[in-house]
């Protein structure tokens, strides 16, 4: 098991600044042996909404109604390996 711990840019924040994070946070995530169970915890300051896509991983009671960009931005991370 891998943990790794963030604490995600604002949406205030620029986007060459959120897109660094989360490309570092994908190479971090690389370099765990596929055989790992991942568990990226912290603020990742993301919203899942209610969209189909991603009801597999949030279910159909999340607190919001649409996934805001670091909601995206963190999905793509967890659906890369």
């Known amino acids: 098991m ?3 711990s963030v604490h995600a840019p604002t949406k205030e924040k620029d986007e060459e600044e ?4 989360y ?3 994908q ?3 690389n370099k765990i042996p596929k055989h790992d169970i991942v568990i990226i915890m912290g603020d990742l300051n993301a919203k899942i909404g ?3 896509v991603y009801k ?3 279910g159909k ?3 919001h109604e649409s996934t805001n960009g670091n909601g ?3 999905m793509r991370i967890r659906n890369s390996k």
């Open 56 to 58: 597999q991983v949030a």
């Open 61 to 63: 009671y999340t607190l």
């Open 72 to 74: 995206e931005k963190g």
């Open 23 to 25: 490309e570092d946070l």
């Open 50 to 52: 209610k969209e189909e």
């Open 27 to 29: 190479k971090i995530h």
């Open 18 to 21: 959120k897109e660094k994070f």
């Open 2 to 4: 891998s943990i790794i």
